[in-house]
């Protein structure tokens, strides 16, 4: 039952991120994920520390407000301050997740939340979090539910406007000119992204839900020239990774979320060597 | 005060230790970092510091030991490794710049992850505190580090100072390079080389994620302050420098404080003064000149309406309808324009109107007039129809010089009327 749940939430992770990385991906914009997953720091200590508890939902409302500020701080350096996008976005996630430790440190010297926490996270202990119904009955691990009801939202997102999606990821200047608000669009986009980040970083750490973000997505993209294909596609890779990665660890007696993000970097190798091959034959 | 005067007369060989360390470290980082900010590589950096991770690993698998010069084999290794597979992939597939990185950083900081776990479960005492190789000591640094700092950044300024223009021709025009015979493969190695070779000595005090700090921050900050490459990488080092000093002393005031993200803060806050306070592309600097061209814009508007109604109503008194029904301002630059244009004394107001000043009358006439003279030259000299000529006059009258004025009106042989047939005043 256990690796059924720590599997379960890996694919649950992996399926959100693979979905919304397509679009990261296709916008050219996969370094926001990662910015995002690392400036989300400060909201979540000060939030902890205005509310006092590790498990509410103020950590989630203190981390996606820090998300979309990440998205702002990124864009005004880069259109009002004319920094080019590459040093905006590590000038700004630097920035946040220093500030992010000086308040660790300021806090308490040495509390559960550092940056160690942020980067691993930890997806073994995912069926020890259970979710109690009023009567004291355990129905699920508690980021299960919470990351199937992110899922649910982002694929009602994806699914009911997936057309304005699609116009203002391929094409900005048709989008602008059919009235339609590209800026709206980006920042829906990236309020999601910082949720899922948010949600996911106590079970699974900052570097699986990068490496979900992208990985997957690009994989698919690399064997689909069509987007819905390569949102399937994404999502199975995604799954597989959780899979096998499980696998890999308890073999291994190592990190699981290392593992699943060492499988979904394999998948991607298989998928470039088969892109190579293909692209050669063509030639040929 | 007194740990300001301890800290700064180095009273403690650790406190030498830590400047000189921080200092030599944040300034080969900052000169690395210019050349990957000018590439446009900036996250170069945060690849590297995340790549180094698996050889750390696999440099404890192999050899057994925490030796540092192991390790820092391995970490050079896979860092190197992380460019050249990101290269690999832009190079070969559709997936562009920013998913490479993505990929690359997230991969190998995964499979590095593993391994580490991997080597803690299996017992072995020697691991403890390979991961300090992660997160960075800065406080803590001895006089081996310093000496490690000191090699690493000698050699990093060494090679720049040699292959500084090369290296410049590299970062700015890959092709002329090229072209003029340049080993562009041979340089491009040996760029790549010192940055990975200052990002692997940098994690050991400040940390994977502020490592790419160390590198892009400094030279994001230069670039609002000179326009010239080598100006900016003196500037970034003063910065990185001046940084790294105040970081170390913070932590030095208040224990609990650490190192490398107080380095990090002063860095930003660096960075974030310039963007705003640069004299040349600071955004206050920008705000201010468009605020003030607004202004032009909108008095030289109002006289020019002021003046065309007294051309058809003598007297010159013009009430605040009028004004309004000859052309659309809104009631808030109404109010702010009428009352700056008084205060300049290009107004006067009398009783509820309006009535042009002398001064007022001259720079009405004249920017109606710059309107007229571009119309018919417009119409005369690009046979623009005269009903398409308005909208480009509207804008060239608030730019047009005296000099150009007096060129316009002997090209046009001292017109007396616009294509509309209204007169030109003179």
């Not at chain 2, 990185?101 to 997230?106: F, R, V, Y």
């Not at chain 2, 309006?354 to 720079?363: D, N, P, Q, R, T």
Request: glycine content about 8%; charged content about 15%.
């Amino acid at each position: 039952m256990n690796a059924f749940y720590i599997i379960l939430t890996g694919s649950l992770v992996a399926v959100s991120c693979a979905l919304l990385g397509a679009f990261l991906i296709l916008r050219k914009m996969s370094m926001v994920g990662d910015a995002i997953s690392h400036s989300v720091l400060p909201g979540i200590v000060l939030a902890f520390f205005l509310v006092g508890s590790t498990d509410s939902v103020w950590m989630l409302v203190g981390a996606a407000a820090l998300g979309v500020i990440t998205t702002f701080l990124i864009e005004f350096f880069h259109q009002k301050g004319q920094l080019q996008t590459d040093a905006s976005i590590g000038v700004t996630f630097t920035w946040l997740f220093a500030l992010g430790v000086i308040l660790v440190s300021y806090y308490a010297g040495n509390t559960h939340i550092d940056q160690d926490c942020i980067l691993h996270g930890e997806i073994a202990y995912v069926p020890i979090d259970l979710f109690y119904t009023a009567s004291g009955e355990p129905i699920a691990p508690r980021p299960v539910i919470m990351l199937s009801f992110l899922l649910l939202v982002i694929v009602a997102f994806i699914s009911l406007f997936y057309r304005q999606l699609f116009i203002t990821t391929f094409d900005q200047a048709y989008a602008q000119s059919i009235g339609m608000s590209t800026n709206t669009w980006h920042y829906l986009l990236m309020g999601l992204v910082s949720l899922t980040t948010v949600a996911s970083f106590e079970s699974v750490g900052a570097i699986l839900v990068v490496a979900f973000l992208i990985a997957p997505a690009a994989s698919a993209y690399l064997i689909t020239n069509d987007l819905k294909m390569m949102l399937i596609i994404g999502s199975f890779f995604g799954i597989l990774s959780s899979i096998l990665g499980y696998w890999l660890a308890y073999f291994l007696n190592g990190s699981i979320a290392g593992a699943m993000v060492t499988v979904s970097g394999l998948i991607f190798t298989l998928c470039y060597t088969y892109s190579i091959l293909k692209r050669k034959a063509i030639s040929h | 005060m007194e740990s300001f005067i301890e800290f700064f007369t180095f009273q403690y060989p650790n406190i030498k230790y830590v400047v000189f360390g921080t200092v030599l470290l944040s300034i080969s980082s900052a000169v690395v970092g210019c050349f990957t900010f000018v590439r446009k590589r900036s996250l170069l950096g945060d690849v590297v510091s995340h790549a180094v991770l698996p050889g750390i690993c696999i440099a404890f698998i192999v050899t057994g030991t925490k030796n540092p010069f192991y390790i820092i084999i391995g970490a050079f290794l896979t860092g190197w490794l992380s460019i050249v597979v990101m290269d690999a992939i832009t190079r070969n597939t559709k997936i562009k710049e920013d998913a490479a990185t993505g990929l690359a950083l997230s991969v190998f900081f995964g499979v590095g992850m593993l391994l580490l776990t991997f080597i803690q479960q299996s017992g072995s005492s020697a691991q403890s505190g390979l991961d300090t190789f992660l997160f960075g000591k800065a406080a803590a640094l001895v006089g081996k580090d310093l000496w490690a700092f000191s090699v690493v950044a000698l050699i990093v300024l060494t090679i720049t100072f040699l292959f500084f223009k090369e290296f410049k021709l590299l970062a700015f025009d890959k092709e002329f390079a090229k072209i003029i015979g340049l080993p562009i493969g041979q340089l491009e190695m040996l760029l790549t080389s010192i940055t990975v070779l200052a990002v692997v000595t940098g994690i050991q005090a400040v940390g994977v994620v502020l490592m790419a700090a160390m590198l892009i921050t400094p030279a994001a900050a230069a670039r609002y302050w000179t326009s010239n490459f080598l100006m900016m990488i003196v500037t970034s080092s003063v910065f990185a420098a001046f940084s790294g000093v105040l970081g170390a002393y913070v932590s030095y005031a208040v224990p609990s404080m650490p190192t490398g993200p107080w380095i990090v803060m002063v860095l930003s806050i660096i960075a974030i003064l310039s963007i705003f306070f640069s004299p040349t592309r600071g955004i206050i600097v920008k705000v201010i000149k468009r605020i003030s061209i607004q202004r032009q814009l909108l008095e030289e508007n109002l006289l020019k309406a002021l003046y065309k109604i007294k051309e058809t109503n003598s007297n010159g008194v013009v009430s605040i309808a009028e004004l309004a029904a000859k052309r659309k301002f809104s009631e808030r630059q109404l109010q702010v324009g009428l009352s700056r244009l008084k205060s300049e004394g290009y107004l006067e107001h009398k009783n509820g109107n309006w009535i042009l000043s002398a001064e007022g009358i001259i720079k009405g006439k004249r920017m109606v007039r710059l309107h007229r003279l571009w119309e018919l030259y417009l119409t005369e000299y690009l046979r623009i129809a005269p009903d398409h000529v308005h909208e480009d006059a509207e804008t060239i009258e608030h730019v047009l010089t005296p000099d150009l004025e007096k060129r316009l009106e002997e090209l046009l042989d001292h017109p007396k009327v616009d294509p509309h047939q209204s007169v030109i005043p003179k």
